[in-house]
């Protein structure tokens, strides 16, 4: 007989609001609930992060770990396999469609990586014989090239060669796995991709290292047929001083530069965002905008604490304005929103990983309500139609359309008045629209 991991954990229904304590029930997300044409498991496609929720001992900086798990006790192969039978019986009773993994979250390492390869490879078996019977799938899958001493300075951006070509192998196997387990996306998180010091850097050659071992990848995913998404995620800080993939346009502007834009998209987190001095929805816009947006990490930060702490997404502001950005978007496509969170380290029980995972889920299914009454409201768009509606004729129009130039336009403001051109503004009424979301949020989920 199987082994349960969670007895006191039954399927999590949805409930509703009528009673508006928390518990093992969503208030918000009902997965096949119809929102703006589409289920809401299908606008959201939730996913579960194997190492914050089966490898995360909840220690931090200052103290050891405090979580106790149902695993505990168990070392090695034994407790990796332990894991991935407790991982499949949480997503069937969270109700979730995805999960995502590190190689060196699912399986310790050997001496060689031959050895490291073989213990994965055995993981990965046990997941495709989980997914053979149930309705989960991969998200994405990345690499973990920044915790072991080698990665001390970088993975593709290292001055070494051959910490470079140990990467270049490992993200082989990472792929070969993508393809085996039928990720959608394929994730490059450059945890020590950038410099400490520019004393003993040389920031160009090692950029122009790090964007051939992108195209390197790319090369290889179209070799074995691998169709997932390939995607680069932004983070500013923590633990480079200085990371070459700072933020959403220094990334875009990196993948232009190495030719990378039509290959690659981006995943973006709502805790990089905010240590990189930006919003989850700046982030999010930027990406849109471009045409590159491909998955998002869903939590949040401290606004009182400088790092990254990776608490589950509670915040119905931010996740209404990110899941606005995701309905302008018409979706993501074949990302999703990857719970890269982990609860609270005084929230230790096996039970406290479900009630985490079920706030960040209202949370956003929350947001996705409001998010999409916006829309349908035009509640900005009208807005905003309005404030640039100076470009839709006369000289604004002729800007837009290349036809002036700065003589032109000096010729046409040259005699006009202050008046008139303070006149020609309109107020922007921030705490107007502030207000209206206010509404919004609190009647759509009235």
Not at 122 to 133: L, N, R
Not at 296 to 304: I, V
Not at 398 to 418: C, M, R
Request: overall charge negative; aromatic content about 14%.
């Amino acid at each position: 007989m199987t082994k349960t991991y969670f007895p006191d954990v039954t399927q999590i229904p949805y409930v509703g609001t009528k009673d508006l304590r928390s518990g093992f029930g969503f208030h918000y997300y009902n997965a096949d609930e119809e929102i703006g044409g589409k289920k809401m498991r299908d606008w959201l496609r939730f996913s579960v992060a194997y190492w914050h929720t089966f490898g995360q001992k909840l220690d931090d900086i200052f103290g050891d770990g405090t979580a106790i798990r149902p695993w505990d006790g168990l070392t090695g192969m034994d407790l990796a396999k332990a894991r991935v039978d407790a991982a499949f019986e949480f997503y069937d009773k969270l109700g979730v469609d995805f999960f995502c993994f590190h190689d060196r979250d699912i399986a310790p390492e050997g001496d060689t990586l031959r050895e490291t390869n073989k213990n994965i490879e055995t993981i990965t078996d046990m997941f495709v014989d989980y997914q053979k019977t149930s309705h989960m799938k991969v998200l994405w899958n990345t690499a973990n090239m920044f915790t072991n001493p080698r990665f001390v300075a970088g993975a593709a951006s290292s001055p070494f060669a051959d910490v470079f070509a140990f990467a270049a192998a490992q993200v082989k196997e990472g792929l070969d796995t993508a393809k085996k387990v039928g990720a959608e996306n394929y994730v490059f998180w450059g945890g020590r991709e950038g410099y400490e010091s520019l004393l003993n850097t040389d920031m160009k050659r090692e950029q122009d290292h790090l964007g051939e071992f992108f195209h390197m990848a790319a090369d290889y995913a179209k070799e074995i047929g691998y169709t997932g998404q390939l995607l680069l995620e932004p983070k500013p800080k923590e633990p480079m001083m200085h990371q070459y993939d700072f933020d959403a346009a220094t990334t875009i502007a990196f993948m232009k530069e190495y030719g990378l834009d039509g290959i690659y998209k981006l995943n973006l987190e709502a805790n990089h965002a905010n240590l990189a001095g930006h919003t989850y929805q700046h982030e999010i816009r930027v990406a849109r905008s471009a045409g590159l947006l491909g998955s998002l990490d869903a939590n949040q930060g401290d606004k009182l604490i400088g790092w990254d702490l990776d608490q589950f997404p509670t915040n119905l502001y931010d996740t209404t304005l990110a899941m606005y950005e995701v309905v302008a978007n018409g979706g993501l496509n074949h990302g999703g929103l990857n719970f890269d969170a982990k609860p609270r380290r005084s929230s230790f029980t096996p039970e406290d990983m479900f009630y985490a995972h079920i706030v960040g889920m209202d949370s956003f299914a929350a947001g996705l309500k409001v998010a999409v009454k916006l829309h349908e409201d035009r509640v900005f768009d009208d807005f905003i139609q309005d404030r640039y509606s100076s470009y839709d004729s006369g000289i604004g129009a002729s800007i837009e359309a290349g036809k002036e130039t700065f003589t032109s336009l000096n010729d046409y403001v040259i005699d006009k008045p202050q008046a008139a051109l303070r006149a020609a503004t309109k107020s922007g009424r921030w705490e107007e629209l502030e207000d209206t979301l206010n509404h919004y949020i609190i009647e759509t989920l009235h």
